[in-house]
């Protein structure tokens, strides 16, 4: 990896959050740029009065997926280039819709050494701007020791059982 | 489909959900492309010049421009199928997505994507019956190298 230095083991506490993400508000030009991206063309993305009628959907959707890569870059951007993100679960547990700002967040549930490296765990989400959480969910970040080497990639777990 | 829990049985809708288990179709090869990249880094507003500068990119140690994970996405909607005809249950809704992260996906890569059903039950809950399958997507590259894994968990009901 690179050396656009992350968070580093070492200084990590339980409980500690991590910078969040915010993103907002959101319009149907995210919605649909993203629906493009990805191909997803779900009409509750970009047809109002299929997601309002027939869904009964009080809106078109923010996509889910969109959502992730928030997440996603909340990771890596604390991970850096010298930790790495490996392992993130999302629940859909609340809708989202244009005008809404989104934050997304972590918080450090737990930590341990394993060989040369750190594993810390989090639990995440985001929050819309009345505080409500829609996506639930954990992750699995691996960090450098102070001083030492940052997690290489391909990332591969047995690393971590190394001496 | 769209039959009424009445006219399928809890043993046909179990028998249904245990035949999914198993691989779904063949292996789909895809290029990473830079266009779809940038247009996904962009719509997201990752400026992270990793996913536009091969310069920037290789400076910070990678094989050249890395796409956004969820790119992963694209490749589900245009390589993998996702559907299932499900013959009980009236409304299909996603429910979780899990994500292992190994090797970056770099502009040039070529992809093997498989797919495969790993889990499927029936469940009783408040709202009635519920079908629950998890379906794993493999993201290979041209050099053998696991770049992700993504476990989709589907509720039918």
């Known amino acids: 990896m690179g ?11 339980i409980g500690q959050y991590i910078p969040a ?20 063309w779900h009409r509750i993305h970009y047809d109002w009065k299929y997601a309002t009628e027939h869904d009964g959907l009080p809106d078109v959707m923010v996509n889910g997926s969109w959502k992730q890569h928030v997440m996603i870059q909340l990771l890596a951007d604390w991970a850096g280039d010298t930790g790495w993100a490996w ?13 809404d700002t989104l934050t997304a967040w972590g918080r450090v549930t737990g930590k341990e050494q394993r060989g040369r ?32 080497p940052p997690v290489p990639y391909p990332f591969d777990p047995a690393i971590l059982d190394a001496a | 489909m769209s039959d009424t829990m009445t006219e399928v049985s809890d043993a046909q809708a179990e028998a249904y959900l245990q035949s999914l288990i ?5 292996e789909v090869q895809t290029l990473v492309e830079l266009g779809a990249v940038r247009r996904m880094a962009l719509c997201v507003g990752d400026h992270d010049p990793i996913h ?12 050249g421009v890395v796409a956004p994970w969820p790119l992963l ?49 029936l469940k009783h809950g408040k709202v009635g019956r519920l079908g629950q399958v998890v379906s794993e997507r493999r993201f290979t590259n041209q050099r053998g190298e696991l770049c992700a894994v993504l476990r989709t968990t589907l509720f039918r009901r």
């Open chain 1, 3 to 13: 050396d656009t230095q992350g968070a580093v083991f070492d200084d990590i506490e």
């Open chain 1, 21 to 40: 993400v915010v993103k907002g508000p959101m319009t149907t030009a995210h919605i649909v740029r993203w629906s493009a991206a990805m191909e997803n």
């Open chain 1, 87 to 99: 392992k993130v679960a999302f629940q859909f547990r609340g809708m989202n819709v244009p005008g």
């Open chain 1, 117 to 148: 490296f750190g594993v810390v765990d989090l639990e995440i989400g985001m929050l819309d701007q009345k505080g409500q959480e829609g996506t639930p969910g954990t992750a699995r970040v691996v960090l450098p020791l102070r001083g030492g």
């Open chain 2, 22 to 26: 198993g691989p779904i179709g063949e």
């Open chain 2, 52 to 63: 536009f500068d091969e310069a920037a990119a290789k400076a910070r140690g990678y094989r």
């Open chain 2, 73 to 121: 996405w694209l490749y589900f909607f245009t390589c993998t199928i996702y559907e299932h005809d499900f013959p009980f249950g009236k409304a299909t809704v996603h429910g979780q997505d899990d994500y292992d992260f190994h090797e970056p996906m770099i502009v040039g890569d070529v992809l093997t994507v498989s797919t495969a059903m790993v889990d499927a039950k």
